[in-house]
C-alpha cells in the first residue's frame, strides 16, 4: 500500500527527516552525495528490514550516533498503519501499528518495495546468494506456506552440518536427512513453479527492455533427474569428509538465458543492467498480480550508464505500472515518467518539497 509519510532520525546522513509523500510518483532531486539513495535505503529498510547496499548495520546509523529510528504510515484498509523501527548495533525493534512484530517480514505485508539501483547489474554479475535471495522474495509473497517451509530446511540443514562436523550418524542423523529431504523437495518445488509464474511477465518485459527473449530456469541445487534423496546419498560420502552438506536447496541458482543463450557470457554492462531490472519489473507485476496495489518501486538514479533509448524504455515500461514510485535523480527533467506527484530536493541530508 502507499507509503504516505516518513520520519527518519539519525539515519546515514539524512538530518532529522520529515516527508509527506504522493501515493504515486515522488521524484527526488539533488547533486551527488546529497543523500538521494540513503532516503531510498530507509524506505527499503521499512519493508525489508534491511539495506540493499550495505549488510552491516552500524552502516545505517549516523557517524557519532549510537542508533537510528524510522517511522512511516502506509496506507492500508483501514485508514492507515504506522510501522516503526528503531536499531542500534545487535538489535532491531520493529513495531506495526503500535505493537512489537514478531519477525521482520511482518514489514513486508505492510510495504514490499523492490528497488532498481545503480548496482542492479550484480543480481547476474555475482554469485548466486543474490538470486536465491531474489527468487525467495517473489516466492514468498506468491506462496504462503514457503516462509515456514524455508525455515525447516534450514534448520536441519544445521543440524546435518553439525552432526556430519561432530561425526554423529545413526537414527539422530537420519531423522534430520529425512526432514531435509522432505523440507528441501518441498522448496524447491515452491521456488520451480515460482519462476514458471514469472515467465510470462519476464517475457514481456525482457522483449519491451532489450528486444531479446528472456527466460529463466531454476537450478535446484543437485544433479538434474535425480531425486534430492538420491543426490544426498550420492553425496554421502563428500558430505562426511568435508562436515558440510554439498546438494540441497542451498546451493540453488536461476539460470538466466537471452535468446537461448546463457547471458552471462553475452551481454555488455548496460544490458544487464536492463536483464535484472526486466527480472525485478517482472517480480513487481507477479507481486501486484497477488496483492494489487501494495507494491513500491525504488528507482535510484535510472540515468546512470544506461544511453537515451535504453533510459527511454525503462521509463516507459515503469509508466505502466500500477505503484507508488520513488526516482531519485541528479536533476530535476527526467523525462518520460510525467509530472511527479511531489517532487522533493535533497541537499546536504535535508529534505525538502519543492
Ligand atoms: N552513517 C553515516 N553517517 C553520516 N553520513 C553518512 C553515513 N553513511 C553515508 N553518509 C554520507 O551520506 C552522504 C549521502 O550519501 P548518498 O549515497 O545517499 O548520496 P546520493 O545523493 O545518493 O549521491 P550520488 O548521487 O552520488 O549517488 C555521503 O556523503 C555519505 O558519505
Ligand atoms: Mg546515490
Not at 524506505?43 to 550516533?65: D, E, N, P, T, V
Not at 561432530?166 to 518445488?189: D, H, K
Not at 527466460?215 to 558430505?239: F, K
Request: aromatic content about 6%.
Amino acid at each position: 500500500m502507499p507509503l504516505l509519510s516518513l520520519e527518519a532520525e539519525r539515519f546515514r546522513g539524512l538530518a532529522s527527516l520529515t516527508a509527506e509523500f504522493d501515493p504515486g510518483y515522488n521524484l527526488i532531486v539533488g547533486p551527488n552525495a546529497s543523500g538521494k539513495t540513503s532516503l531510498l535505503e530507509a524506505l527499503f529498510f521499512l519493508g525489508r528490514g534491511r539495506s540493499f547496499r550495505s549488510r552491516r548495520l552500524q552502516a545505517l546509523i549516523c557517524h557519532g550516533q549510537t542508533d537510528f529510528q524510522l517511522v512511516a504510515r502506509v496506507k492500508s484498509q483501514a485508514p492507515s498503519v504506522t510501522l516503526g523501527i528503531r536499531a542500534a548495533r545487535g538489535s532491531t525493534e520493529i513495531r506495526i501499528g503500535g505493537k512489537p512484530a514478531r519477525s521482520v517480514t511482518e514489514l513486508a505485508s505492510h510495504f514490499p518495495p523492490l528497488i532498481i539501483d545503480p548496482e542492479i547489474h550484480k543480481l547476474l554479475e555475482d554469485g548466486p546468494v543474490q538470486r536465491r535471495k531474489f527468487m525467495d522474495w517473489g516466492v514468498f509473497h506468491v506462496e504462503h506456506g514457503f516462509l515456514s517451509e524455508w525455515q525447516r530446511y534450514h534448520r536441519a540443514l544445521r543440524q546435518r552440518n553439525a552432526a556430519l562436523r561432530t561425526g554423529t550418524s545413526g537414527p539422530a542423523l537420519r531423522a534430520w536427512e529425512e526432514e531435509f529431504v522432505q523440507s528441501g523437495s518441498r522448496l524447491a518445488e515452491f521456488r520451480t513453479r515460482y519462476l514458471q509464474e514469472l515467465m510470462p511477465y519476464l517475457g514481456a518485459a525482457g522483449r519491451a527492455l532489450l528486444d531479446l527473449d528472456v527466460t529463466v530456469t531454476h537450478q535446484t541445487g543437485w544433479a538434474a533427474g535425480v531425486s534430492l534423496a538420491e543426490a544426498l546419498e550420492a553425496s554421502a560420502e563428500r558430505d562426511r569428509r568435508f562436515g558440510l552438506t554439498h546438494v540441497g536447496p542451498h546451493r540453488a541458482d536461476i539460470a538466466v538465458r537471452v535468446d537461448g543463450q546463457l547471458a552471462r557470457d553475452r551481454v555488455s554492462r548496460g544490458q544487464q543492467k536492463l536483464l535484472a531490472s526486466a527480472l525485478t519489473l517482472a517480480q513487481l507485476g507477479l507481486q501486484d498480480r497477488v496483492s494489487p496495489g501494495k507494491t513500491a518501486l525504488l528507482l535510484d538514479d535510472p540515468a546512470a550508464e544506461l544511453d537515451g533509448e535504453r533510459l527511454e524504455r525503462l521509463v516507459a515500461l515503469v509508466r505502466t505500472l500500477p505503484v507508488q514510485l520513488f526516482v531519485t535523480s541528479l536533476r530535476g527533467d527526467l523525462a518520460g515518467l510525467g509530472t511527479p506527484g511531489a517532487l522533493f530536493h535533497v541537499e546536504q541530508g535535508q529534505l525538502s518539497r519543492a
